[in-house]
């Protein structure tokens, strides 16, 4: 049951749970949080590493002792998600989604871990549901721990407001990378064309999946395209030499009471930020 803190940062700034919300990422090697009130002040941070077991009562008390040793309460804010990293997502635009006889993409799931169930949720920015597997037992133990908790995919995390805004012009490629392989989200004249996770095992196999990417939904070579996740310089050089309009994504613009915390590489989990 043990957990080591890997970072914590905070500020002093007081403000009640119902003025804030938390964002948690679950890994399967543990979570990582933020708490932000709704003036767009990013107000903690911070990261747990554990290895989960079957017992959903441990991940309780896991959950509860990380928060609490840092005084942090789990009720009463105004939103909290929870956003789930999985290989497994499929999107159902929103009109096929209740066809009685037409769930053909739950044929996309039919084989999950053990101890893994099909989770749902809407997407109301792209107008569609996402249906994926999570760890049916850590999930619950959230959801216990923090009942209102909304339970969310990590590729659905990354279509938003604010990435539909940026390309409502143009094309916008969004791409989180991680341990085997990228979060892959593509968006053209504010609307959703692609969200799905590609097995990446090196950088050369990254830069192929954009470029056949671009050819395939005809995207503009000038089109934007976002990194993050684990970049780093050699990795954002590469990548630059074939898209130019390359940069970090760091999700929403927030304010830092703390300085330490401006000085955070966000896009390294802007999940937590959108």
């Known amino acids: ?17 119902c003025e804030k919300n938390i964002s948690i990422c679950l890994r399967a090697n543990g979570f990582s949080f933020s708490l932000r009130s709704l003036k767009g002040e990013l107000l903690t941070v911070g990261e747990v590493a554990h290895c989960w077991s079957s017992s959903m009562a441990d991940a309780m008390r896991v959950i509860k002792q990380a928060f609490a040793e840092k005084g942090i309460i789990l009720f009463g804010y105004n939103n ?8 497994q997502a499929v999107w159902v635009p929103e009109a096929l989604f209740d066809a009685a006889n037409s769930r053909h993409y739950l044929d996309a799931l039919y084989s999950i871990e053990k101890g893994h ?43 938003n407001a604010g990435t539909l805004g940026m390309c409502q012009e143009g094309s916008l490629v969004v791409a989180n990378l991680r341990d085997g392989g990228c979060d892959i989200s593509v968006m053209k004249e504010g609307g959703l064309l692609l969200s799905n996770f590609f097995a990446c095992a090196n950088r050369d196999e990254l830069v192929y999946r954009l470029l056949n990417i671009r050819q395939q939904l005809g995207l503009e070579e000038e089109g934007r395209v976002l990194l993050c996740g684990d970049v780093d310089r050699e990795l954002f050089a590469f990548v630059h030499h074939y898209f130019p309009r390359l940069d970090l994504y760091n999700g929403a613009k927030l304010r830092f009471p703390n300085p330490e915390m401006a000085r955070i590489h966000r896009y ?3 999940v937590l930020y959108v």
């Not at 909290?80 to 290989?87: H, I």
């Not at 999570?134 to 279509?159: G, H, M, T, Y």
């Open 117 to 159: 169930s099909v989770m749902e949720e809407y997407n109301g920015e792209a107008k569609a549901h996402v249906v994926f597997s999570a760890d049916s037992n850590v999930v619950s133990a959230f959801k216990i721990v923090l009942p209102k908790i909304k339970v969310r995919c990590i590729q659905s995390a990354f279509v």
């Open 80 to 87: 909290a998600e929870l956003m789930v990293v999985t290989d």
């Open 268 to 270: 390294k989990n802007a």
């Open 1 to 17: 049951m043990s957990y080591t803190t890997n970072f914590f940062i905070t500020s002093d700034k007081d403000v009640p749970s």
